[in-house]
């Protein structure tokens, strides 16, 4: 079995757990390709002292990999989704970091979590993607044109809010007087899209949400709409250039563009252990519903 290791950071204390990530994949007899900075980063903190693999970086990844390893957060995933893109490679999220919504893996259960994941014991969570052009195109957004959580429009250089005009299908829906909108998929209605008001959606749920980020407009509220529907953008304001960002990624982009955001031709599979769930992950990560009389 080939698998491919991805980090960003290395957390505080984090050593014992990473060093029992590798230890239960040798174990299992397992090919162990480190992605190069991050090795870097290990040898920094630690002694490794078995040779691995090493390649400078992962936009070699090929489909001979069988599973990919990403170390951290629910940040790591989404990095880790650029170099995977449409290989259909699982990725395993193995939670470092604190919170770790995406990331199910967790740091005290690493080896039995393991051992489960290399016997076959789990299941794929399919998630979608978004995807977005341009018109004229723009060269930031060319590569890496999708995102898993959401695609965002957000004010540049200014206090002052934009004005974003909304078309879903072709047809008018409002112009959002705000700070900008947020079009999330259902995994990423647990991230930037809450946090703005917007719902909490089932990643199995075949819809993407529309959030306004602090709507002027009293009336203004989150709607859900079918993942097969096209939503078309075009946002003005007192500066000529405004914010997108997918994910962690954020071009500029003049006002005078318009933005074509639809569901992307390629999903991501997220290994999910047999006894995990979202609504388990919702309730333990997000204290669901919590209640002292529960």
């Given at each position: 079995m080939k698998i491919g290791i991805y980090g960003q950071f290395y957390h505080e204390n984090s050593e014992s757990y990473i060093q029992l990530i590798l230890d239960a994949l040798q174990n299992n007899k397992a090919e162990i390709v480190i992605e190069k900075n991050f090795l870097n980063i290990l040898n920094e903190h630690q002694h490794v002292t078995t040779k691995f693999s090493e390649v400078s970086s992962f936009t070699s990844l090929d489909s001979s990999y069988d599973l990919f390893f990403s170390i951290g957060g629910d940040g790591t995933i989404l990095k880790s989704?650029?170099?995977?893109?449409?290989?259909?490679?699982?990725?395993?999220?193995?939670?470092?970091?604190?919170?770790?919504?995406?990331?199910?893996?967790?740091?005290?259960?690493?080896?039995?979590?393991?051992?489960?994941?290399?016997?076959?014991?789990?299941?794929?969570?399919?998630?979608?993607?978004l995807s977005i052009e341009t018109t004229p195109p723009n060269t930031d957004l060319l590569h890496l044109n999708f995102a898993l959580n959401e695609i965002a429009v957000n004010r540049k250089n200014t206090t002052s809010m934009i004005k974003v005009e909304t078309m879903v299908n072709d047809k008018y829906l409002t112009s959002y007087w705000s700070d900008g909108l947020i079009v999330a998929t259902p995994t990423g209605s647990t991230g930037y899209s809450l946090s703005c008001g917007g719902p909490v959606i089932d990643p199995s749920t075949n819809s993407m949400v529309l959030t306004p980020i602090a709507p002027h407009n009293l009336n203004a509220r989150p709607l859900v709409i079918p993942d097969n529907s096209t939503v078309t953008l075009k946002v003005s304001g007192r500066e000529k250039t405004y914010l997108v960002s997918m994910d962690s990624r954020i071009a500029t982009v003049n006002a005078d563009t318009t933005l074509i955001i639809k569901k992307a031709p390629f999903s991501i599979k997220l290994v999910q252990l047999e006894d995990d769930s979202f609504i388990k992950t919702l309730r333990n990560k997000l204290l669901w519903g919590e209640d002292k009389r529960n």
């Open positions: 989704i650029t170099y995977v893109k449409d290989l259909g490679i699982p990725i395993v999220g193995i939670n470092t970091g604190r919170l770790g919504f995406l990331a199910t893996i967790q740091k005290e259960e690493i080896t039995s979590s393991i051992s489960q994941i290399l016997a076959n014991k789990f299941v794929i969570s399919e998630r979608s993607l």
